[in-house]
């Protein structure tokens, strides 16, 4: 069963803080108005990209997925021989 004692919980908020403290960051070093414009042909292109992206992430899962059933697989024929 899981366990979860004061080291990871204090590893947990230490990760908590450096995000946050990256996102203050990085929102005060933004500038405070952009002036520019995405084309309609860059968008698609972005929203493509980002598509592909999340497909290829897909298939990938899939694909590991499909190893990691192989050997729990292998693991269990070989304990009913």
């Known amino acids: 069963m899981f366990r979860s004692g004061p080291d990871e919980i204090g590893r947990s908020w230490a990760i908590v803080a450096r995000l946050t403290f990256a996102f203050l960051l990085a929102s005060a070093l933004a ?3 952009v002036y520019g414009y995405i084309d309609p042909l860059s968008g698609s292109a972005i929203l493509q990209a ?3 992206g999340v497909l290829a992430g897909l298939f990938m899962l899939r694909s590991y997925w499909q190893r990691v059933k192989d050997v729990f697989r292998r693991f269990w024929h070989r304990d009913a021989e």
Do not use: D, R
Request: aromatic share 0%; proline share 17%.
């Open 50 to 52: 980002l598509a592909a």
């Open 31 to 33: 500038p405070a108005s």
